[in-house]
């Protein structure tokens, strides 16, 4: 027990060390700009993006079944935007679904095959991505984040809150892991501590082009959770990708009624799109969600182009399309 005092001691001297440097490091960081600081040149430009994509999108207004309604409200499309790249952003979902669908991802090590089907996302080598949960949480959704490749997965033990079991979308999640580590001298263990592990945000450790199907690997990435490992009620976070006619047969046999209507107003404009701007993009498709109907998505995806890294995902549109609801409750 003396011997590790002196080494407790070593260990406290280094975190506060850290911890100064870290705070330097804060208070040193490039400052966000302002709208004042900006040259009229570069408000000028980004008006002209704006307004560049506000010609690109629909008005948005909520439609219920009328296919003419629909052509309508999508005329702003031209045909050829409309049509761009979507067959192959197509292609990329419907892999990505089917492989990520097929998974057991209670029993993985990590979830680092997600990545396969995403070959333009690019993992730091010294990080592998997991599912934040203990494997026997119930009540939650996929939590994505990355953590050291040579540290061990924590056991469901790790866990402090493991009975608390709130659903973190909705930002209640009060999952707090806690590891044991031990520092040693030379091979004999000096003393023991429980070491907090946070979950680290993936994007910060991805790197990616800025190209429209890059940009829609990452947006699929950050969407897993709407397709795989919810659980209780985690389920009304599950979606339907529909990104082509067929598609709409993927659709759960009881909603039948949902089905017909989506058929009916169904255009080749509702297929995916990505519109790259300057130093962001947005995602523009479509989906079934059973408590509300087929909707469209419109999401913003923050890029910095010098770390090559998405930094932040925000949907600024969902409009329904088609009116739904299940009445299913869990």
Not at 294 to 312: A, G, H, M, P
């Amino acid at each position: 027990m003396p011997i590790a005092i002196p080494f407790f001691l070593i260990y406290l001297t280094i975190h506060s060390i850290y911890v100064v440097i870290n705070k330097h490091r804060y208070r040193n960081r490039p400052k966000p700009l302002s709208e004042a600081s900006l040259s009229d040149e570069v408000k000028e430009q980004l008006k002209e993006d704006s307004n560049k994509y506000s010609n690109k999108v629909t008005d948005w207004t909520v439609i219920k079944s009328s296919s003419k309604q629909i052509t309508e409200r999508m005329s702003s499309f031209s045909k050829e935007e409309a049509t761009k790249n979507c067959g192959n952003l197509s292609l990329i979902a419907d892999n990505y679904i089917k492989f990520v669908t097929s998974l057991d991802i209670k029993s993985m090590d990590s979830l680092n095959p997600f990545l396969h089907k995403l070959p333009d996302l690019s993992l730091d080598e010294n990080y592998v991505l997991d599912d934040f949960r203990p494997r026997e949480q119930t009540n939650s959704v996929l939590w994505l984040y990355v953590r050291q490749k040579d540290l061990p997965r924590p056991s469901d033990a790790d866990f402090k809150y493991l009975e608390n079991n709130f659903f973190h979308v909705f930002g209640g999640n009060s999952n707090r892991c806690r590891v044991e580590r031990q520092i040693k001298v030379g091979n004999v263990p000096a003393f023991t501590y429980k070491k907090r592990i946070k979950p680290l945000e993936p994007f910060h450790y991805i790197t990616l082009p800025f190209t429209e199907e890059a940009i829609w690997q990452a947006y699929l990435l950050a969407s897993t959770y709407h397709l795989i490992g919810m659980r209780w009620h985690g389920t009304y976070e599950a979606r339907t990708f529909i990104f082509a006619f067929g598609d709409i047969d993927h659709i759960d046999y009881r909603y039948a009624v949902a089905k017909e209507q989506i058929r009916a107003i169904w255009s080749p404009q509702l297929a995916p799109s990505v519109v790259l701007c300057d130093g962001y993009a947005y995602v523009i498709h479509c989906w079934f969600n059973a408590w509300k109907g087929f909707e469209q998505i419109k999401c913003r995806v923050e890029y910095d182009l010098q770390e090559s890294r998405v930094t932040n995902f925000r949907v600024e549109e969902t409009k329904t399309l088609v009116e739904y609801h299940c009445g299913i409750c869990f």
